[in-house]
């Protein structure tokens, strides 16, 4: 069962914040976050793994709620790069299922 | 090390044919992935392999499907008897262990 995103849309200006929330149904090892541009594969963000552990870049901040199998991407001082759709994936089986998508818009 | 790589980018078939794709992994990745996607959906999960053993597949992946990685070097994707519900863009991933996956650019599928 893939994981639930939130909002499915977002428009921002450059220097604003958003949120972009994921949460599942089933215990996850590790929640891997993904950007994608239109034409373009995924590209890796953020992983979150349980006990707390993060491995990520640029200025894209993450968290994981182990108990409520939440997870939660922070776009800080956007950047017209961070345009593109951000999808979550709840990794356990072997296998990332993947929300629907958040599809962030920066605006100059 | 150049990432992941797919071929070919593009392929355009007629309903009914064969196609086989090629995914080469990170070459220190011991895992490898396929993935479907369609627009405005994320990847669906089709298949994976550690090393040359294939463990686990899709229920999404029909009988038509099969997926090889012999040597546990690069994999291969077939599809036959190709229909017009599987165009779709098909992704290969490859990671090390449970960590992150890196994907590569695709192969997107268009069936007449």
């Known amino acids: 069962q893939q994981p639930v995103q939130s909002p499915q849309a977002v428009i921002l200006r450059e220097g604003e914040d958003a949120v972009i929330n994921c949460s599942s149904s089933k215990a996850l090892y590790s929640v891997h976050w993904y950007r994608q541009k239109h034409g373009e594969a995924p590209v890796f963000l953020m992983i979150l793994l349980k006990g707390g552990e993060q491995k990520g870049h640029e200025k894209i901040s993450a968290s994981f709620n182990e108990k409520k199998q939440q997870s939660s991407l922070y776009l800080t001082a956007s950047q017209l790069s961070y345009s593109g759709t951000y999808f979550c994936g709840g990794y356990n089986d072997y296998k990332l299922s993947f929300g629907a998508g958040t599809t962030v818009t920066v605006r100059a | 090390d150049t990432g992941v790589s797919q071929d070919p980018r593009h392929k355009i078939t007629k309903r009914g044919q064969n196609v086989t794709f090629r995914c080469d992994p990170i070459?220190?990745?011991?895992?490898l992935y396929w993935y479907r996607q369609t627009l405005g959906q994320g990847p669906e999960f089709l298949t994976y392999f550690q090393n040359e053993a294939q463990l686990e597949k899709s229920r999404l992946l029909s009988d038509r499907f099969s997926a090889e990685r012999p040597k546990g070097s690069f994999s291969t994707l077939e599809i036959q008897r190709t229909e017009q519900g599987d165009s779709a863009m098909y992704l290969c991933?490859?990671?090390?262990?449970?960590?992150?996956?890196?994907f590569g650019p695709g192969t997107r599928l268009t069936v007449l």
């Open positions: 070459s220190e990745h011991n895992r």
């Open positions: 991933a490859s990671s090390l262990d449970t960590y992150e996956q890196f």
